[in-house]
């Protein structure tokens, strides 16, 4: 599976947008690109799934441009409540979405 | 909302006893998954389960791990002789068949002493 770079930590402050960019240079053509959000002792919790373009969902939208080399998770209008890590991951497509392979992540810390 | 359910939420052991960590996946998932997570570490696959076994595992995922789906409704991690090293939170997750997330339960914290 194609390796994941995302930046080890990010701040921001309430009400604004936050964009996390992730590098997936080696991605296969039936991979797709899946974000994880966590907070502190909690399981790892699915936000977006996408294969290219952009997708949007109610929490957060994903921008993948042609080459499918990076990508980046937006989060509109971040409260203190969105202070998590957040995990860029690259899936195998016709598996079982289940077997994910975890980077280090994003810390993001939204101050007030 | 339908949630994958662990218990207990904390364990404590002794080196070289062994335990396991019981978890109730969303009763209509097919995969079932564990995880373990080191504190300050990543995330890192153990195994994945699908229709009564075992289909992939992990290099941590040795002789001194065991799964089991004793019912319909169960799926346990069973960790034989544990050591210091063990000590982690214990995820499981499940999902559908296609579907794009997983879900996961809020963990068990494994301390070993």
């Known amino acids: 599976l194609a390796k994941t770079t995302q930046p080890i930590s990010m701040d921001s402050y309430e009400g604004q947008e936050v964009n996390i960019t992730c590098s997936h240079n080696?991605?296969?053509?039936?991979?797709?690109i899946t974000w994880y959000q966590q907070f502190p002792s909690q399981g790892p919790r699915f936000i977006i799934q996408?294969?290219?373009t952009k997708v949007t969902n109610e929490v957060a939208s994903l921008f993948i441009p042609a080459d499918r080399k990076s990508s980046t998770l937006s989060l509109p209008r971040v409260s203190l409540s969105d202070t998590a890590v957040y995990y860029c991951?690259?899936?195998?497509?016709?598996?079982?979405?289940?077997?994910?392979?975890f980077g280090q992540g994003t810390i993001l810390t939204v101050h007030p | 909302e339908p949630e994958v359910t662990q218990t207990p939420s904390h364990q404590v052991t002794q080196m070289g006893q062994e335990v396991i960590l019981r978890c109730v996946p969303i009763s209509n998932h097919l995969y079932f998954y564990w995880y373990r997570q080191i504190l300050g570490q990543k995330v890192e696959f153990l195994v994945s389960f699908y229709n009564n076994e075992i289909s992939e595992k992990s290099e941590i995922f040795d002789d001194q791990f065991s799964v089991e789906r004793p019912d319909g409704s169960n799926f346990t991690l069973k960790i034989r002789s544990t050591k210091l090293e063990d000590s982690a939170m214990y995820f499981c997750a499940s999902n559908l068949q296609g579907a794009r997330e997983a879900f996961f339960g809020q963990g068990t914290r494994l301390t070993v002493v």
């Open positions: 996408g294969y290219k």
């Open positions: 991951l690259v899936v195998a497509g016709g598996t079982s979405y289940g077997k994910l392979t």
């Open positions: 080696n991605i296969a053509t039936n991979d797709y």
